[in-house]
């Protein structure tokens, strides 16, 4: 079994800044990539943001330059970095890591969302 557990989203004005958080734990063997992913209300689910095992790092276009993907030395828990938020931006954020558990099988998990609210 795997778990994440989202933390991070809230109300900030436009232009402000959050910091999303998601720890994974578990029968985790490896994991072998970290995402991010937004749900609008009323729309489909986009991937905002992704990292490889390896550190390699990819951006939906519509927040490249303002949203940063890392990960701690312990490579368990993945953040999202959001600055210079617009009201677009409003939305369900959910990570996502796929990997192998320590029965070797693979394993694709989901956080269970926090909002971001950007609005005046």
């Known amino acids: 079994q795997v778990q994440l557990v989202e933390s991070g989203g809230g109300l900030v004005q436009p232009g402000g800044s959050l910091r999303l958080s998601c720890a994974a734990s578990g029968s985790i063997f490896s994991i072998n990539v970290m995402n991010w992913y937004r749900q609008a209300p009323g729309k489909e689910r986009d991937l905002v943001a992704g990292?490889?095992?390896?550190?390699?790092?990819k951006y939906a276009d519509f927040v490249k330059g303002r949203f940063t993907i890392s990960r701690d030395k312990a490579k368990t828990t993945v953040y999202l970095q959001t600055n210079n938020l617009e009201p677009e931006d409003t939305a369900v954020y959910y990570c996502?890591?796929?990997?192998?558990?320590?029965?070797?099988?693979?394993?694709?998990?989901w956080g269970q969302g926090t909002l971001v609210t950007v609005s005046s």
């Open positions: 990292m490889t095992k390896d550190g390699s790092t």
């Open positions: 996502n890591l796929l990997g192998m558990t320590t029965t070797i099988r693979p394993f694709n998990a």
